[in-house]
């Protein structure tokens, strides 16, 4: 996830986590994922594309959603953890779309990067930097806000953050750190959402939890503040229908995000061995992502509320013995599993290099 922290300085980590049984470090997998992302990127300007058409650009190439343009015209929607990985690039499709993009994040810089890329791409976005965790800045955020464009249409809630460590050794200070990100901080910037605006005007909430299904061992904290916004996601979906809001969740597995880049060093093995835990052969993309999250906003989900929609190659599905049924690299370049990959400013992690 994106522009991720606490008051501790928690670690920000990507929603990969560790598993028990991984082996060493897959390359081909990373080798593979990293050549598709160059196979589906524009060509650099001055460039040919296949075509032999030139593809010189005055600016930067733009995403490549596969959703209609102009879906989000006339739209406000906030982004919290605009700033980086799947909060950032989810701003730019939103964007891309027509949509009014709010930025919201600790660290003004970072928005303020992300919002400048977005007028260069042609879309509109405003930073407005906020510790979610805080009631009373939420409060004055969304405030500031409705004060600005009128109204808020809908909500990416995707700001939090966590650190790997056994339960054993988790202090009660960090605990509550990492459900203060992840939960509770979640539900003030929904709140408010819904009693300053959505509540007279109706809207839309996607809630970003984790692939946390069953357990999620060294990561017991960030699990239970995960499952508790499921839970969040599920009552607020029937407490708020009657105002004509809408409450989903989407569940990123093992997503090649810039958050993977703060995991300690010695991670880097762990890391790079993920994609051989997942049927599907590799890792998912923010893009990916993304695009789950604009499908749940979207007039297309209009009957789809309280629902969440995993994003994980079925990884959670997984038992022993199935290795052999793993999808190989050939296969990974069908057309109904390729790799999304439309962000067209999308930033590997550097521990794959």
Request: net charge neutral.
């Amino acid at each position: 996830m994106s522009d991720k922290g606490n008051a501790e300085q928690v670690p920000v980590m990507a929603l990969a986590r560790p598993r028990d049984g991984m082996r060493g470090a897959n390359r081909s997998h990373i080798q593979s994922y990293g050549e598709d992302l160059q196979r589906s990127r524009p060509p650099a300007a001055g460039m040919s594309d296949a075509r032999g058409t030139s593809s010189a650009l005055p600016k930067p190439a733009r995403y490549r959603s596969v959703f209609r343009d102009g879906l989000f015209e006339g739209r406000v929607v906030i982004v919290t953890g605009g700033g980086s990985g799947i909060g950032r690039c989810t701003a730019h499709e939103l964007a891309h779309l027509g949509a009014m993009v709010v930025l919201v994040g600790r660290d003004p810089g970072k928005l303020e990067r992300v919002a400048e890329e977005i007028a260069e791409d042609g879309g509109r976005a405003t930073a407005q930097p906020c510790d979610i965790r805080d009631e009373a800045a939420v409060t004055a955020m969304v405030g500031s806000v409705l004060a600005a464009h009128g109204r808020v249409d809908a909500l990416v809630n995707n700001a939090g953050g966590q650190y790997i460590a056994a339960l054993e050794t988790i202090s009660a200070k960090g605990w509550r750190a990492v459900l203060d990100t992840n939960l509770t901080g979640g539900f003030l910037v929904a709140r408010e959402c819904y009693r300053q605006s959505m509540k007279a005007h109706g809207g839309a909430i996607v809630n970003i939890v984790a692939d946390m299904w069953g357990s999620m061992p060294g990561m017991g904290h960030s699990g239970a503040a995960r499952m508790g916004m499921v839970s969040f996601t599920e009552t607020a979906a029937v407490e708020w229908a009657a105002s004509g809001v809408r409450v989903n969740a989407v569940a990123p597995g093992y997503i090649a995000s810039s958050g993977m880049d703060h995991y300690p060093e010695e991670a880097a093995p762990m890391l790079r061995s993920m994609p051989a835990t997942v049927p599907l052969g590799r890792f998912g993309t923010e893009a990916e992502v993304s695009a789950a999250i604009v499908f749940l906003l979207s007039p297309a989900a209009s009957f789809i509320s309280g629902s969440v929609l995993r994003v994980d190659g079925a990884r959670p599905q997984v038992r022993l013995g199935w290795g052999a049924l793993a999808a190989s690299p050939e296969v990974q370049q069908r057309a109904a599993v390729r790799p999304y990959a439309g962000f067209h400013r999308h930033e590997p992690p550097k521990v794959f290099e």
